[in-house]
């Protein structure tokens, strides 16, 4: 019996219409295009201003864009789980908000917290119940509305971030495509450098912690910058060895989108050229768990059956990991 594996058959994004760029920041803090350019290489990012809605009105799009692109039907749906760390509210899952909102009733659904990492591990996880036989199509929605969880007067931190929610279908193949190999990892000594300090159990809401902008995303960026180059790039040469890739056998890396100079020095560890890499970070910033699912729908038209591609990411926890995947379709 051939073994089953899980592959993506379809990619879909939605995008707020908003865009914030640069100069627009430089009105609100001490900051300027040449230096967000220099040190992280964003030139705008799409924002959700419309402060009644949330991550699921995100992922709500990007599913329904799925159905028409595909014309999937919400009962056909067995499963979603959503990668998130922006949830439209501690409980329940974003997943149940957006399944409601999309008509999905025969499903049951759950959410990931995983950071900029969220992709990678809800994909993993969402593909052991494809490859087990008993699920035929699986929804993996990744929706994040950062410019919430972002302090728009901290200069260090406001520039990095974006909004935006994709829907990756996952079917089973017997066919040597799909998710071939994975390498995830967590050093939980990471979570003090990038965390959100209030609004959790350890140290719940109060008048002080809103007053303290405590629940805005923390990030000491040096720590974080000097882990994720090396791990990122650890992380994608182990999973070529291991796999017996040589960089003439990739077709694109796919990178988590938070630092042209991390993208950079992991492309380079692995050999690549530019035109082998995957990148958006200068018009969406880093969207968190959309980054590579974003890649992946703007480069869909570009991938043949059969390409071999590595995503690899980093993020808070700390958590990173790797994926080797062969493209399942051609556009």
Known sequence: MKKIRSAITAIAAALPNDVLTNDDLSKMVDTSDEWIMQRIGIKE???LKDKNKGASDLGTEAVL????????????IELVVCATITPDYPLPATANVISEKTGIKNAWSFDISAACS???????VAS????SGEYKKVLLVTAEKMSAITNYADRTTCPLFGDAATATLLEPTTEEVGVMDYILRTDGIGYKHLLIKAGGSVNPATHETVDKGEHFLYQEGQTVFK????RMADVSIEIMERNKLSAEDIAFLVPHQANMRIIDATAKRMNLSPEKVM???QRYGNTTASTIPLCLWEWEKQLKKGDNLILASFGAGF?????FLKWAYNS
Do not use: M, Q
């Not at 052991?128 to 490859?131: D, I, L, Q």
């Not at 882990?227 to 090396?230: H, I």
């Not at 958590?319 to 994926?323: E, I, N, R």
């Open 279 to 281: 990148i958006n970070i």
């Open 319 to 323: 958590t990173w990991g790797a994926v």
């Open 128 to 131: 052991k119940f494809v490859e």
């Open 65 to 76: 864009n799925l159905f028409k692109k595909t014309g999937l039907k919400p009962e056909d």
């Open 45 to 47: 990012r799409r924002i």
């Open 227 to 230: 882990y994720a180059v090396s």
């Open 118 to 124: 969220g992709y990678l591990y809800a994909l993993e």
